[in-house]
């Protein structure tokens, strides 16, 4: 497998994949057909994880915890492990990095056998990010995320300047935030640097245990959104465990849904789960709004996102009238100095408000990224009441909005084409049993020929 | 002769006493240290290991110090030996009981993280465990410390140096013109020694505990 990076394979930059990546949004979308190949094309800097027979027995419990799981992981893509309290996701995930060690079975990463391999020397290829962040308290930011590199024997400069990089990649203002401690950063912050501290001497594969398990709702959210902007610049091989539906839907290429000794109850992609559960306890597992929930696999960057009228806060009014009579909407939106989202001012806002623009419209209340599920689109659009909402980049900054009407088509796109899939899977489960059973009654003839 | 005029009197033999004093508990205090926070790392993580490392401490704690002089002397003899050996064995139960609790005492998602990002178990213990647990163990040297000043001043009974010396002579001459004031003299060194390494430790604090924990 010439696309596969070895496991011990030279850090590169996030500058460098982010580059070399922009390709469609979701990886996911490529899996099924030859994944590898594509993401191969976008830089691709993940391993393949391969678990055979992966069995853990706890000494002095009767039945293993996890029970010969055996899973094929893709290199580039983020598999998420959901499945009830105590099925054994987190024994499965720390089998992996052999923080807890495996009484059966066998571990592949990038195709070698790291099962009896140092586990010092494994872990350290492997990032790491569990829940309420892990940083140590006595060691500044900086120092959490430069322990890696330094124990991989990275010269100073390059440390240094890769704590930056990592700082900025997560969103961080690194001049801020560098030589801050621990406690004095919010729940999210924690989270984020300890994202970076896993990612920091670029190892191709980074396991995560319910990393946003312990933020506020609100924060998850954004640190979700950072999470599949992040992958899509890095392309790194993620295991991710929760137990929130929701959020494996949001972040998952795959989703393994598991049920107690992590077995498996369903593999496969957030679509086919939510439109096709495997049995009882996978629908039991998708729960209740099937239909909002696939919302959430689709981003606002998938839909049409179009033009708006806008002005500045600093344009001279005469152009604000201007624009507001002349254009074809009733309603423009104001940008502040930095370009981004500010106001909603329609036509007799400026009048009332006597042309003060200090004064004038409505606050933009919501705005989304282009990595926002249609969901979190829907709501900012309902939140808002103008019908529509925008759009920002990285920095906030103005990008276009995403109306009312578009979300409503893509809705019933999606949900036709689910329905369509599903029509399809079952007439291929048709035609699988019946060529089953044609080859059955042939069966008693055919042996010769077989 | 009153107080004062005694002190500026015997200045020479005090401060050298005093010295002497300071500089046994010190150094005593740097062996129950390091044996203490060895002992400590050896047996934090076993139940039983560190109860009994505990128990042993404590029960050395419980010898009178005077009998525990005692009974080096026909084994070490007179002098400093007795006193260093029993200063460093007084010493070491506060240090070993607050290194055992300091050690138990760090957060076990923090030990799993630090495992979890590939730190050796000896990188582990003295970059993230030893230093977390820390502010306890310095607790228990600053502890140690007051209680080994008391102790010395018994050192004086096997001919060992320190400001046990005047407090001795004090008593033995009892009833003569400046018996009194040389108990108070003895008394009050090793208080003012008492205080002005509070002081040290206090400081040692400020400089030994990272800012990300301290208090
Ligand atoms: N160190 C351990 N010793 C014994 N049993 C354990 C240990 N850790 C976990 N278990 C058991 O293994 C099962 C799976 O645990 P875990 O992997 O933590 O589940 P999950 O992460 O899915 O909640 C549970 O029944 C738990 O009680
Ligand atoms: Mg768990």
Redesign the interface.
């Given at each position: 497998m010439p696309e596969t990076p070895d496991i011990s394979g030279t850090p590169r930059t996030a500058q460098g994949s982010e580059a070399a990546a922009g390709g469609p949004g979701r990886s996911g979308a490529a899996t099924d057909s030859g994944g590898a190949d594509a993401s191969a094309a976008h830089g691709k800097t993940g391993a393949t994880i391969e678990l055979e027979n992966l069995t853990k027995q706890y000494p002095g419990s009767a039945a293993p915890a996890v029970d010969s799981v055996n899973m094929e992981i893709k290199a580039g893509e983020i598999v998420i492990f959901v499945g009830p309290s105590g099925c054994g996701k987190s024994t499965t995930l720390k089998m992996i990095n052999r923080l807890i060690e495996p009484t059966g079975g066998r571990i592949r990463i990038a195709g070698e056998d790291v099962t009896d391999m140092d586990p010092v020397k494994l872990r350290r290829k492997i990032g790491y990010a569990i829940q309420a962040s892990g940083l140590f308290p006595h060691m500044t930011v900086a120092r959490n995320i430069a322990l890696v590199p330094k124990m991989v024997g990275w010269p100073k400069s390059k440390i240094a300047a890769r704590v930056e990089e990592m700082l900025d990649l997560v969103g961080l203002d690194p001049g801020e935030f560098h030589g801050r401690y621990p406690r004095q950063l919010s729940g999210g912050q924690q989270q984020r640097v300890g994202v970076a501290r896993a990612l920091a001497a670029d190892p191709p594969v980074l396991l995560m245990d319910e990393p946003f398990g312990a933020v506020d709702p609100i924060t998850r959210d954004h640190l979700q959104d950072e999470l599949i902007r992040l992958q899509r610049e890095l392309h790194k091989t993620i295991v991710f465990v929760t137990h929130d539906f929701d959020e494996a839907i949001k972040l998952g290429d795959r989703i393994a849904v598991l049920r107690e000794r992590s077995r498996i109850a369903q593999f496969d992609t957030p679509e086919a789960i939510l439109t096709n559960p495997a049995d009882d306890f996978v629908s039991g597992f998708v729960g209740a709004g099937a239909a909002l929930k696939r919302l959430n696999l689709t981003r606002v960057r998938d839909v049409e996102i179009t033009e708006y009228p806008t002005v500045k806060i600093d344009d001279p009014l005469q152009d604000v009238f201007d624009k507001l009579r002349s254009g074809s909407t009733n309603e423009i939106l104001l940008l502040d100095r930095r370009g981004r989202p500010y106001k909603w001012l329609r036509r007799g806002d400026l009048m009332r408000a006597k042309g003060s623009l200090a004064r004038a419209g409505t606050l933009v209340a919501d705005t989304v990224t282009r990595d926002a599920t249609l969901r979190d689109a829907l709501e900012a659009v309902l939140t808002d009441n103008t019908g529509r909402v925008a759009v920002t980049g990285r920095r906030g900054e103005y990008e276009g909005v995403v109306d009312m009407e578009t979300l409503m088509n893509s809705v019933h796109e999606l949900l036709e084409a689910d329905r369509l899939d599903a029509i399809e899977h079952q007439h291929h489960l048709e035609e699988v049993r019946a060529h089953q059973t044609h080859a059955d009654q042939e069966g008693d003839g055919g042996g010769a020929r077989a | 002769m009153n107080f004062w005029e005694f002190v500026s009197s015997t200045h020479q033999q005090l401060l050298t006493d005093a010295y002497q004093h300071a500089s046994a508990v010190f150094q005593c205090m740097v062996v129950a240290t390091v044996l203490g926070v060895l002992i400590g790392v050896a047996t934090y993580r076993s139940e039983w290991a560190g109860n009994l490392a505990t128990l042993t401490t404590s029960t050395i704690l419980t010898i009178p110090s005077l009998a525990m002089i005692g009974l080096l002397i026909p084994v070490v003899g007179l002098g400093v030996p007795p006193t260093v050996i029993a200063l460093t064995l007084y010493g070491l139960l506060p240090v070993v009981r607050n290194s055992i609790v300091g050690l138990r005492g760090v957060d076990p998602?923090?030990v799993?993280?630090?495992?979890?990002?590939?730190?050796?178990r000896a990188?582990r213990l003295l970059r993230?465990e030893l230093?977390?647990a820390w502010p306890p163990i310095l607790t228990g040297i600053r502890v140690s410390t007051q209680m080994l000043m008391g102790i010395a001043a018994i050192a004086a009974y096997a001919s060992g140096p320190g400001l046990g010396n005047e407090i001795f002579r004090g008593i033995a001459s009892l009833g003569s013109a400046n018996a009194l004031n040389q108990v108070l003299a003895g008394t009050l060194g090793i208080i003012v020694l008492a205080l002005l390494f509070d002081a040290a430790y206090v400081l040692i604090g400020r400089l030994t505990i990272?800012?990300?924990?301290r208090a």
């Open positions: - | 998602t923090l799993d993280a630090a495992k979890g990002i590939g730190m050796s990188a993230i230093p977390l990272p800012r990300g924990i």
